[in-house]
C-alpha cells in the first residue's frame, strides 16, 4: 500500500539524522565519503538514494539500506502513479 505523499528520503535524513545530531551538511558528507554537493543533491529531493548511498547512510546512522531504498522507492512510485493516467497501456489477457 502506497503512503500518501511520502516525504523524499533527503527531508528525512535532514529531519531526524542531520539536525537532531546537531550535523552539518559538511560534515555528515565527510563521514559518509562523499561530496558535499553530492549530499546536498540528495538532502534537497534532486537526487535519489542510490543503493550504494543507502549503505552509505546505514553505516553511519546505524539503520538498514533497505530503509532508506524502500524510502526511495515509496516516493518515486507515489510521484510516477500521479501519472497512472497518462500511460498507453492496455490490459493484456490470455487468448
Known sequence: ??????????????????EPLGLTVTATAKA?????????????????ISPEMAIR????FDTSAESWLNQQSQYELWHAEKHRH??????????
Do not use: D
Request: aromatic content about 0%; some cysteine.
Open 57 to 60: 547512510l546505514s553505516i553511519a
Open 32 to 48: 559518509l565519503g562523499v561530496s558535499r554537493k553530492t549530499l546536498s543533491a540528495v538532502l534537497n529531493g534532486n537526487a535519489g
Open 1 to 18: 500500500m502506497l503512503m500518501h505523499n511520502p516525504p523524499h528520503p533527503g527531508e528525512v535524513i535532514k529531519e531526524l539524522c542531520l
Open 86 to 95: 497518462e500511460l498507453q497501456v492496455k490490459k493484456l489477457s490470455a487468448a
